[in-house]
């Protein structure tokens, strides 16, 4: 079965710096991929994903990710953190029966 | 649009009390999850369905049940509320296909005191 791992549950960064978000997944077949943002006492909000074509997805609010094959990898990155993007952020991969398999999440803090 | 809907948004009741807590979507999804999260931490799948009168199981054990009378509804019901199923229920719903994204609700956080 397919699963995904993101290292590092918590991320602290200042307000203007890179973010990076690291999600690894395992899957004997080509991934499908998404990232998900979900602010207090909300729901999750699709950020972008990956299904085929070009491996750089680029999403809302800034936040793009790179598919890496070969490094089974599908981080997430945003140039300038602001304040906004304090966060939790759940990466997820399809699996079989098209049930989405989450990580465990990675709470971003901004510092100003 | 997409709109999936969970109501109530905050709820706090009595041990022993039955609830239920409702989701509705209105994209005409078949299938569509419940998830149960406690605070800052990972998602935990409680119950799924493929279409009306499907239901099955999550991954974790929950004393919840589910019903899909309706393509659009996907109640969940505790017959008898206690303390250690206080935490937030999200519920979502998916279009066919695997390269298609899940839709949350905004949750229901759940207090039993």
Known sequence: ?112 | EADIYQTPRYLVIGTGKKITLECSQTMGHDKMYWYQQDPGMELHLIHYSYGVNSTEKGDLSSESTVSRIRTEHFPLTLESARPSHTSQYLCASRGQGPNTEAFFGQGTRLTVV
């Open chain 1, 1 to 112: 079965a397919q699963s995904v791992t993101q290292l590092g549950s918590h991320v602290s960064v200042s307000e203007g710096a890179l973010v990076l978000l690291r999600c690894n997944y395992s899957s004997s077949v080509p991934p499908y991929l998404f990232w998900y943002v979900q602010y207090p006492n909300q729901g999750l909000q699709l950020l972008l994903k990956y299904t085929t074509g070009a491996t750089l997805v680029k999403g809302i609010n800034g936040f793009e990710a790179e598919f890496k094959k070969s490094e089974t990898s599908f981080h997430l990155t945003k140039p300038s953190a602001h304040m906004s993007d304090a966060a939790e952020y759940f990466c997820a991969v399809n699996n079989a029966g098209n049930m989405l398999t989450f990580g465990g999440g990675t709470r971003l803090m901004v510092k100003p």
